[in-house]
């Protein structure tokens, strides 16, 4: 038998103890309408709105077949009529919705007779499909499972036996500004509602009392709440607590506004009770901080700063030897001419590369500033958990400190940055003028850099990543 996670664990026995007490199993909505929120928050829900996450999706543009496209086509597919034809066809189909995402390149290769990585590259002549921006709907995800209950209970007020006892345990989901400790973006709610004709809050107090003992804790006590939530009647929400050392609250509870139910056309009293499934699991493993219970694999392991740094892996790279003899090339203009007042610029590199002729240049257009920003000859070091970018020739006591006793990854912004440029250099095929521009860096994607996932998770947990500084560099080449 295999080991199972601490959380699904925990699920399972919560689940075994709804059933035992005879409570049926359901699943709520996961996509919530604000529409919704607002008849369960009330004027509440701005506020509320804050931390929920919106869905979005990419529209379908209306894509014409333009002479300029047919001529790129034409360089590398026999287009005659019939595959112009087939082609715009297949543009039309799958705005209409007819043809499926997954299917348009496949759809594109049939129109045309071509193989796949060729309609790949159709695709990628039609300007439209690159600059679209998602349009977001009024559809969110369940922030709490309460907004499921209600268009549940909806639905089966009237035409279900009372009491209704029903049980969820499902993910729900906050736009929380970080993860730390004790918060993150998904959580798994444990949460269970009673429909009656009348019922009061001693109720929830007795469901919570045969639930903890179920657990095995045999001391529970309850603290009414000085201010509800908008969708609890008055009064009448409660947190449960168990002694374990500390009392530690493991369950809330209360009666829903009859003013909300109401909106949803529910007669009936409803009691709701809510469990963090996994609070319930750093209570049962001891383990104080979410991200290590939930994530073992980030957490439950130590990178030395040295394993951090060769860690380090480019996003876009130079592919050839050539290449490389450019990147010395712009570092080399760079270097010498990084304090030159603007506006200014330096051609790095002009001749043959890849069988073409190229030119390439570091320019910056504007006035009263310098070719290469502040930052642009920044390193990446690595110190205590810490990855930071600093100028290697730096002063100062702190950089001295992490010169001195980190570990210097020799990755520099620019040369992060002009490995991004000349991987563009090296794949683009078509004549013309081309520019690429850093301004200020972030975030490590904004210099070109990243890092295995379960470092980035590691160094979020257990350090922290500052290479934030402006740049402003800005390459241009041109293929003649």
């Known amino acids: 038998m295999g080991k199972p996670h601490v959380l699904e664990e925990t699920i399972s026995i919560l689940r075994n103890i ?14 919530i309408t604000d529409d919704d929120m607002y008849r369960q928050w009330g004027s509440e829900t701005p506020a509320i709105l804050d931390r929920v996450y919106y869905l979005a999706g990419l529209p ?8 300029e496209v047919k001529d790129k086509i034409s360089q590398f597919v026999e287009l005659d009529e019939r595959r112009s034809r087939n082609l715009e066809r297949t543009l039309q189909d799958y705005k209409r919705g007819t043809i499926e995402g997954d299917d348009f390149v496949e ?9 796949f990585e060729a309609a790949e590259r159709v695709l990628d002549l039609f300007k439209e499909f690159k600059e679209l921006i998602p349009v977001p709907t009024n559809l969110t995800l369940r ?3 309460t907004s499921g209950w209600f268009i549940t209970l909806q639905a089966l007020a009237g035409r279900s036996e009372l009491p209704l006892k029903l049980f969820s345990i499902d993910r729900c989901f906050r736009r929380e500004q970080r993860e730390d400790q004790t918060h993150l973006r998904s959580h798994f709610s444990a949460s269970c509602v009673v429909m009656d004709k009348e019922i009061s809050p001693e109720l929830g107090k007795e469901i919570v009392t045969n639930f903890t003992e179920k657990l ?12 509800s939530a908008s969708y609890y009647e008055a ?26 139910l109401n909106k949803y056309k529910i007669p009936y009293d409803v ?10 699991s750093m209570i049962r493993s001891g383990v104080n901080d979410i991200r290590e219970l939930i994530y073992p694999q980030f957490y439950k392991v130590e990178f030395s700063d040295q394993d951090i740094a060769k860690s380090i892996e480019f996003v876009q790279d130079i592919k050839t030897p050539e290449g490389e003899k450019l990147l010395m090339a712009l570092l080399e203009t760079a270097r010498q001419n990084k304090d030159t007042q603007s ?3 330096f051609t790095s590199y002009k001749g043959d590369f890849l069988g073409r002729k190229i030119e390439v240049k570091i320019v910056e257009p504007e006035d009263n500033t310098k070719l290469i920003g502040p930052a642009g000859f920044n390193q990446i070091y690595v110190l205590e958990k810490t990855m930071i970018g600093i100028l290697p020739d730096s002063k100062d006591e702190n950089s001295l400190n992490i010169i001195k006793n980190g570990v210097d990854t020799k990755v520099s912004y620019l040369e992060a940055f002009f490995r991004k440029v000349i991987s563009k250099i090296e794949s683009t095929k078509e004549a013309g003028e081309y520019e690429e521009r850093i301004p200020i860096a972030r975030s490590i994607s904004d210099i070109n850099v990243s890092l295995p996932t379960y470092i980035h998770q590691y160094l979020r947990g257990k350090g922290k990543i500052d290479i934030r500084g402006p740049v402003f560099t800005t390459v241009k080449w041109k293929i003649l």
């Open 107 to 115: 759809a594109i290769s049939k129109g045309l007779g071509i193989e």
């Open 143 to 145: 922030s709490h499972m």
């Open 343 to 345: 506006p200014c610029e």
């Open 271 to 280: 009691l709701n009770i809510g469990q963090g499934a996994e609070r319930m």
């Open 18 to 31: 709804y059933l035992e007490l005879d409570f049926d199993e359901v699943f709520n909505p996961l996509f």
């Open 216 to 227: 095995g804790f045999d001391k529970v006590k309850f603290k009414v709440k000085k201010r």
């Open 60 to 67: 379908r543009p209306n894509v014409g077949l333009s002479k």
């Open 235 to 260: 009064g009448t929400e409660h947190e449960a607590f168990i002694k374990l050392g500390d009392w530690i609250e493991i369950a809330d509870f209360g009666l829903y506004s009859k003013e909300v």
